[in-house]
């Protein structure tokens, strides 16, 4: 795997970009930064290209990907009909963390797709990622650039711990900024829904477009989600993970059960608590005063539990508001719903 490092400095970067640009053109895979995770981007249009995504993240078959485009041209190269509302969306929202299901047209491998006549599509807010995307003239397929189940990329590190050997190149743009996925809205419907969670909020859609819905499947059990990707264990570290609602008190108390019963007990904590644990390993992933700096910090402060060899996690509890709702969602995922209450 060739990789190059940190492009901080877009203007002396043309002959990396070009260089990433030819191998995607010549079908081979590469993974990017964006500003929500780092993708694993292959020619959409390939069969053989896409092919290679799957294989190497040891992806089921049945989970459509993402289609990244750098123009708004493109959209409607991809896409059989925007909706009104879409149209307004991606005036405020793009290029950023928002990925609209669309009715497909032809033309895009049907591994992209597997097999729905709808297509997921976003711009990413990434000057590195565009510029591969323009130079290449191409949709690029891209998930995020991990191995099936392990949490997203959000450094360059992650993608080669997960994906070296098994890919052509990593081109590390130091850390991501959003730190959670895209949000995926099925925008096939006269009223919008949202499929995951993600970087832009719920509130923000309301207050650009008036009601949008959230998947039935997220809010209570019982229901098959209408994204393919979510009805998959994501995101989970090695240690099981299991969320503390209650008082610092009950939360110690916890710990303390665990670690009598001979455990190496992990922490994930926010900066206002972590002081006030007793336990083997306690991680800050971010502040509680911003919500944004947990969900950036959140798959990284996963990842390291996987090093520190922790035999179990436990995990502060956050609201819905915002940015929260994405957070919430990864982390009762990462703890398979696990939860125990005061
Ligand atoms: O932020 C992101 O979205 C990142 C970066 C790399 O852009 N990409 C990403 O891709 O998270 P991935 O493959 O890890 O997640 C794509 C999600 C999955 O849950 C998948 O099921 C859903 O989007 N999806 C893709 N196409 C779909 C479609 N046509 N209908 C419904 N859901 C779809
Ligand atoms: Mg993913």
């Given at each position: 795997?060739?990789?190059?490092?940190?492009?901080?400095?877009?203007?002396?970067?043309?002959?990396?970009?070009?260089?990433?640009?030819?191998?995607?053109?010549?079908?081979e895979?590469?993974?990017?930064?964006?500003?929500?995770?780092?993708?694993?981007?292959?020619?959409a249009?390939?069969?053989?290209?896409?092919?290679?995504?799957?294989?190497?993240?040891?992806?089921?078959?049945?989970?459509?990907?993402?289609?990244?485009?750098?123009?708004?041209?493109?959209?409607?190269?991809?896409?059989?009909?925007?909706?009104?509302?879409?149209?307004?969306?991606?005036?405020?929202?793009?290029?950023?963390?928002?990925?609209?299901?669309?009715?497909k047209?032809?033309?895009?491998?049907?591994?992209?797709?597997?097999?729905?006549?709808?297509?997921?599509?976003?711009?990413?807010?990434?000057?590195?990622?565009l510029?591969?995307?323009?130079?290449?003239?191409?949709?690029?397929?891209?998930?995020?650039?991990?191995?099936?189940?392990?949490?997203?990329?959000?450094r360059?590190?992650?993608?080669?711990?997960?994906?070296?050997?098994?890919?052509?190149?990593?081109?590390?743009?130091?850390?991501?900024?959003?730190?959670?996925?895209?949000?995926?809205?099925?925008?096939?419907?006269?009223?919008?829904?949202?499929?995951?969670?993600?970087?832009?909020?719920?509130?923000?859609?309301e207050?650009?477009?008036?009601?949008?819905?959230?998947?039935?499947?997220?809010?209570?059990?019982?229901?098959?989600?209408k994204?393919?990707?979510?009805?998959?264990?994501?995101?989970?570290?090695?240690?099981?993970?299991?969320?503390?609602?209650?008082s610092?008190?009950?939360?110690?108390?916890?710990?303390?059960?665990?670690?009598?019963?001979?455990?190496?007990?992990?922490?994930?904590?926010?900066?206002?608590?972590?002081?006030?644990?007793?336990?083997?390993?306690?991680?800050?992933?971010g502040?509680?005063?911003?919500?944004?700096?947990?969900?950036?910090?959140?798959?990284?402060?996963?990842?390291?539990?996987?090093?520190?060899?922790?035999?179990?996690?436990?995990?502060?509890?956050?609201?819905?508001?915002?940015v929260?709702?994405?957070?919430?969602?990864?982390?009762?995922?990462?703890?398979?719903?696990?939860?125990?209450?005061?």
């Open positions: 795997v060739w990789i190059v490092d940190n492009l901080k400095d877009l203007s002396l970067s043309y002959p990396q970009i070009a260089q990433a640009a030819a191998k995607l053109r010549e079908n895979v590469v993974a990017f930064p964006t500003e929500t995770v780092y993708g694993l981007g292959a020619n249009k390939s069969d053989l290209a896409v092919g290679k995504i799957y294989e190497a993240k040891g992806r089921p078959s049945d989970n459509p990907l993402i289609v990244h485009i750098a123009t708004k041209e493109q959209l409607h190269e991809i896409a059989a009909e925007v909706p009104v509302y879409v149209e307004k969306l991606i005036d405020v929202l793009w290029p950023g963390p928002i990925t609209f299901v669309l009715p047209k032809p033309g895009l491998s049907d591994r992209v797709t597997a097999g729905l006549d709808t297509v997921a599509v976003r711009m990413p807010d990434h000057p590195l990622a510029a591969i995307i323009k130079e290449t003239d191409l949709p690029i397929a891209a998930p995020s650039a991990n191995l099936s189940g392990k949490p997203s990329p959000t360059a590190a992650h993608v080669y711990d997960d994906l070296n050997g098994r890919i052509a190149g990593i081109m590390d743009g130091g850390s991501t900024g959003v730190g959670v996925e895209s949000t995926v809205l099925d925008c096939t419907q006269q009223i919008p829904v949202i499929l995951r969670p993600g970087g832009v909020t719920q509130e923000q859609l207050s650009l477009i008036g009601k949008v819905k959230m998947d039935q499947a997220l809010i209570e059990e019982g229901h098959t989600p994204s393919p990707g979510m009805k998959y264990t994501h995101y989970a570290p090695k240690a099981p993970l299991i969320i503390v609602e209650g610092l008190t009950f939360f110690q108390k916890t710990i303390d059960a665990a670690r009598r019963e001979g455990k190496k007990v992990g922490v994930l904590a926010t900066k206002e608590k972590a002081e006030s644990y007793q336990a083997d390993t306690v991680l800050v992933c502040s509680r005063d911003d919500m944004q700096t947990v969900a950036a910090g959140l798959y990284d402060v996963l990842r390291e539990f996987d090093a520190a060899e922790v035999d179990c996690i436990y995990s502060e509890s956050f609201s819905n508001k915002g929260g709702q994405a957070v919430m969602n990864r982390l009762l995922k990462a703890a398979g719903q696990q939860v125990v209450k005061e």
